[in-house]
């Protein structure tokens, strides 16, 4: 099944302890992203990867971080994460090939909470 | 900069009823635009999209939009919802500032009941 995954789903942490999201695709996708959902605010790009070892901020990266060493993966990593970090994350993927009209699949979301 | 309104962020309809869920975007070029779904405890997922041609895109579950550049304004209906509906929505725009880069709505929350 083609799918985008994420673990874990459910996250609760304290302040300044570093934690990691995985996501990954099954669908060979170059292009994964990594989006912030908020009450009110819809969901905010935070991180963008085109293909391996090729990555770039969106509109919310401070306090994140992120790699892609395999075309598969694309963790978010959260070094020092802080109250306001407390959010639904979403990672998603899509083909590049046909440009900006290709359909972006979703994850599941992970919900986090920094006490 | 692109911006997307969804001045709706809760509608309740009846079963089988016609629904219209709002958008508005803002931009100074071309425009492609999408409806997302995203039931609960789900992930998003792609309803319809518009990218050129006709003005009326319609999704395999009965939702149509149209896209109206003069009113800047991309709509979504239905004319008979169902329980199953029962969803919210978001209207996004491509930004044409970052590769793929999606601008989304706040978000309308479709309430179906019977």
């Known amino acids: 099944e083609a799918q985008v995954t994420q673990n874990p789903r459910y996250l609760i942490t304290v302040t300044g302890k570093k934690l990691t999201v995985t996501c990954s695709q099954n669908?060979?996708?170059?292009?994964m992203s990594w989006y912030r959902q908020d009450p009110g605010l819809g969901l905010r790009q935070i991180y963008y990867?085109?293909?391996?070892?090729?990555?770039d901020k969106g509109d919310v990266p401070e306090g994140y971080k992120v790699s892609r060493k395999e075309k598969r993966n694309f963790p978010l990593i959260l070094e020092s994460p802080s109250p306001n970090q407390t959010s639904l994350y979403f990672c998603?993927?899509?083909?590049?090939?046909?440009?900006?009209?290709?359909?972006?699949?979703f994850g599941p979301g992970t919900r986090l909470t920094v006490l | 900069a692109q911006s997307v309104t969804q001045l709706d962020s809760q509608v309740p309809v009846f079963e089988e009823a016609p629904v219209e869920l709002r958008c508005n975007y803002s931009?100074?070029?071309?425009?492609?635009l999408f409806w997302y779904v995203q039931y609960p405890n789900q992930g998003l997922q792609l309803l319809l999209k518009y990218l050129s041609g006709s003005t009326l895109v319609e999704s395999i579950n009965g939702f149509e939009a149209e896209f109206n550049k003069s009113q800047t304004s991309f709509h979504l209906r239905k004319p008979s919802v169902h329980i199953s509906d029962t969803a919210e929505y978001f209207c996004a725009v491509d930004s044409n500032t970052g590769f793929q880069k999606l601008v989304f709505g706040t978000g309308t929350r479709l309430l179906v009941s019977p």
């Open positions: 669908m060979n996708h170059e292009y």
């Open positions: 931009s100074s070029v071309s425009v492609y």
């Open positions: 990867s085109m293909n391996v070892e090729v990555t």
């Open positions: 998603a993927s899509s083909f590049v090939t046909g440009g900006r009209g290709n359909e972006q699949f």
